[in-house]
């Protein structure tokens, strides 16, 4: 799967939009982008993927570049919840027996009231 | 409500102690994961199963175990030969084999070694 890069940290002030950058220069043809994030002592949450097409569900935009070489996660209207370590993950889904997500360090995003 | 629950919360293991952290699942899902997570780093896969009496080691299997003997519980038990065990342990599953379907997490168990 492809190397991902993130900045290790970002601020955001509660109710603007925060847009967290990663940078995925090796993805393949068949690597999707997953995000996930994780709040302080609990579990990953998934929040959103795609493959080469805008996405967006109730949590989030996932915007991904035309080169599929970078990609950013959107929260419109962040809140203090929002506070978490944010994974991005580029996945090979055709081969199957690929098991594992990888997970870096992600970014650890601040909201600030 | 469905879920992944994870026990106990916290967990403390005596130098030389086996233990087994508890990991259930309601969702139907077939495949179950172990993952680790030390203080500012990102997950790594222990073990993983697609299905039952099946499982397969991640990238860190080496003193730990596993037993996938019903569908919804998957135990992870820590041996004493881990040597630093001490860690927060992450149990997650999916709808089918392969991680292309999203990855539900349980909320954890913090081990620590006394």
């Known amino acids: 799967d492809a190397k991902t890069t993130q900045p290790t940290s970002m601020d955001c002030a509660e109710g603007r939009a925060a847009n967290l950058p990663c940078n995925h220069s090796?993805?393949?043809?068949?690597?999707?982008v997953y995000w996930y994030r994780q709040i302080h002592s609990q579990g990953p949450q998934y929040i959103i993927h795609g493959l080469k097409n805008n996405e967006t569900n109730e949590m989030a935009s996932l915007i991904i570049t035309e080169d599929r070489k970078s990609s950013t996660l959107i929260l419109p209207h962040a809140t203090l919840r929002d506070t978490a370590v944010y994974y991005c993950i580029a996945l090979d889904i055709s081969n199957f027996g690929n098991e594992k997500l990888t997970f870096g360090t992600g970014t650890r995003l601040t909201i600030i009231p | 409500d469905g879920g992944i629950t994870q026990s106990p919360k916290y967990l403390f293991r005596k130098e030389g102690q086996n233990v087994t952290l508890s990991c259930e699942q309601n969702l139907n899902h077939d495949a179950m994961y172990w993952y680790r997570q030390d203080p500012g780093q990102g997950l790594r896969l222990i073990y993983y199963s697609q299905i039952v009496n099946d499982f397969q080691k991640g990238d860190i299997a080496e003193g730990y175990s596993v037993s996938r003997e019903k569908k919804e519980s998957f135990p992870l038990t820590v041996t004493s030969a881990q040597k630093n065990p001490t860690a927060f342990y992450l149990c997650?599953?999916?709808?089918?084999?392969?991680?292309?379907?999203?990855?539900?997490f349980g909320p954890g168990t913090r081990l620590l070694v006394l």
């Open positions: 997650a599953s999916n709808k089918r084999g392969g991680v292309q379907e999203t990855q539900y």
């Open positions: 090796t993805i393949s043809g068949n690597e999707y």
